[in-house]
């Protein structure tokens, strides 16, 4: 139980799990800037109004699966799926900003092939995603104390992990992103608060068979930056076509939005399951 007490990291699927949910981020959680840019009537950066955060659920053979798929990319356009950083190697890590903006270590590969691969494996992936986006600005208008997005975000996205755990009564652990001592801290009080006492929207047993919440960063310190942890790599890929479809005003879906829409929880009726947007 030591999870509960401190930011922990994961390094084994633990036997007792059936599912684990990967979750990574995309914009500005901070909404500080948004209130003072309201406070004195500025224009909003809309590249800083909008915050996405999102799941990906595995149980541990789609999991497994996972790996070898993304790890065999990274093996074909990569020697031993490696890369130097900062005169050491280290594990290729699928980040799509970098990927986007085809930055190192994605600059001198046959990029439109490993374009291909990649979003055929994302395409080929088995998974339940269930994702949140907040527009920071309706929420700092509507409400006179709102709420931080992240934890508001990943509270939304607990209930529904949980309902679909409940459902088929099985045990899941949530692995979040590292983003420093500090704020894992405070997210994690926040998650045992809610496993503790529930939410206005569900009791304490709601959340009864979560078994764990882990912090994670990308890359593995124990096998020296060789290793990284693939399903925070899956959520941040999928949750960049999600982010852009919502600060777009969810008016157009692009090709990489309709991949990534049939694999919402519930699918096809995912809106306020998969996909919540708020407010």
Known sequence: MEWRNKPTLLEYWPDNVDFILGLDENGTSDIEYIKRCLAANKEIDPLHRHFTLTGVVFNRVRYEKLKEDM????FEYWENGLYDHKGEKRRVCFHSREIRNKSYPFNYIDYD?????????????KTKVISCSIDKKNHCQQYRYPIHPYPLSLGFILERFCYGLNKVDKKGILIIESRGYKE??????????ILDHGT????SSHFRNIEGVYFNPKWWPKDNNRSSFVILEFADLLSYPIHKYSRNGCMEKDQAFCEVEKKFFRYPDYVGWGFKRFP
């Open 71 to 74: 790890n065999k990319i990274k």
């Open 113 to 125: 092939n490993f374009i291909k691969d990649l979003t055929n494996m994302i395409k080929e992936t």
């Open 184 to 193: 894992d801290s405070l997210l994690l009080k926040h998650i045992v608060n």
């Open 200 to 203: 206005n929207q569900n009791p």
